[in-house]
């Protein structure tokens, strides 16, 4: 599966854009902050209709319009997608599959998959809890539409449940409501952890071999899921900790406070290991990644590398780069410089300035 091309009107600091990317390796470079990630913020919505920026629609639309509109062509299977998103400010979002209008934004996802590294993936491993849950989580709704399902139907009932919580201080008399929203988040909850724990074998099958090269042979990393309650205790767990909600105003049971351990050579790096050992197990998990989407959908992923190679040093970045293959890959960056020194096999260049992309 390849972009063929992307077509933005009104998305961020771009009025109109029509551009073409070649099926291997397009470099999108310029300063900072002339709008290079917005490019790769379009594609990345159009896979899963959130940003990776956790950003609103109206916030992505031109603050002088209301109205914004993406355009992806893919190609997949020898046919040819067209993916239309239509973002407004003060209404939610309209999305077609050749002409198609879709009932719900979910119906897109699966029809074209993303990794997307950023620097601040570099770092999943050594910061807190929430992030490593949300790598899980924005995998794990691309390839599986039922775990989205669930996920949504989780986080809504947790915040009706906490809303009931802090109600509950100034009216006890709703305490008999809690064991309804209580009944939900276990069933919602016992799915998503099962769901987890597979997806925690699937990367473990894949992660060692490649963290292995990376590191030298030195270190054997195993990723450990950290579930804050099992499926089986999650019933039980949760009525008795009702007065601790009541107390607290939240619900302090369930998947949404679990972790994920990285273990390298037994040693638990997310709290002892070096910044350069974080850092290459960030690197393993999105090269996992990329090979758990093949192997799942028996297709390739579209890689969007956004700035990430300047925080590598050079056998990372070789590493990296030697390991896109034929995945069509759309890197951003401030200067051609790593890539020449690189020696790396470059299909196609654009300079991006102040909204406008020129290919050179």
Request: aromatic share 8%; glycine share 6%.
């Amino acid at each position: 599966m390849v972009i063929k091309s992307l077509e933005l009107s009104n998305f961020r600091n771009y009025a109109f854009l029509d551009m073409s990317f070649d099926k291997g390796t397009n470099i999108l470079y310029g300063d900072n902050a002339q709008g290079k990630t917005n490019i790769l913020e379009a594609i990345y919505l159009c896979a899963t209709t959130k940003s990776h920026r956790g950003t609103k629609d109206r916030d992505i639309v031109n603050f002088e319009e209301e109205e914004a509109h993406i355009r992806t062509y893919l190609e997949k299977d020898g046919d040819e997608i067209k993916i239309d998103m239509h973002l407004r400010k003060n209404k939610t979002k309209g999305i077609a599959i050749d002409g198609r209008k879709l009932k719900k934004a979910t119906e897109l996802l699966g029809l074209m998959n993303v990794v997307f590294f950023s620097p601040e993936d570099l770092s999943i491993i050594k910061n807190g809890p929430s992030e490593r849950r949300r790598f899980v989580d924005m995998e794990l709704c691309q390839l599986d539409p039922m775990y989205l399902h669930n996920l949504n139907n989780y986080n809504k009932i947790v915040n009706q449940r906490n809303r009931l919580l802090k109600d509950m201080y100034m009216n006890p008399s709703l305490r008999g409501t809690l064991d309804v929203w209580d009944i939900q988040l276990v069933e919602f909850g016992k799915k998503i952890i099962a769901r987890r724990v597979a997806f925690v074998e699937q990367l473990n099958g894949i992660i060692g071999s490649i963290h292995d090269s990376l590191s030298g042979g030195r270190e054997k990393l195993v990723i450990s899921y950290e579930p804050d309650i099992s499926a089986e205790d999650f019933e039980s767990r949760l009525r008795a900790g009702q007065e601790r909600d009541i107390r607290l105003k939240q619900t302090t049971v369930g998947p949404h406070r679990d972790d994920f351990a990285f273990i390298a050579n037994d040693i638990d790096i997310r709290r002892f290991g070096s910044q350069g050992q974080q850092r290459t197990a960030a690197l393993s998990l999105k090269l996992s990644e990329i090979e758990l989407v093949k192997k799942m959908t028996n297709d390739t992923p579209i890689l969007l590398l956004d700035d990430v190679l300047s925080e590598l040093d050079s056998s990372r970045q070789n590493y990296l780069l030697n390991s896109i293959g034929d995945i069509q890959t759309i890197i951003t960056c401030t200067g051609l410089d790593e890539f020449i020194n690189n020696r790396f096999e470059i299909n196609k260049v654009f300079k991006v300035t102040s909204g406008t992309i020129a290919a050179v």
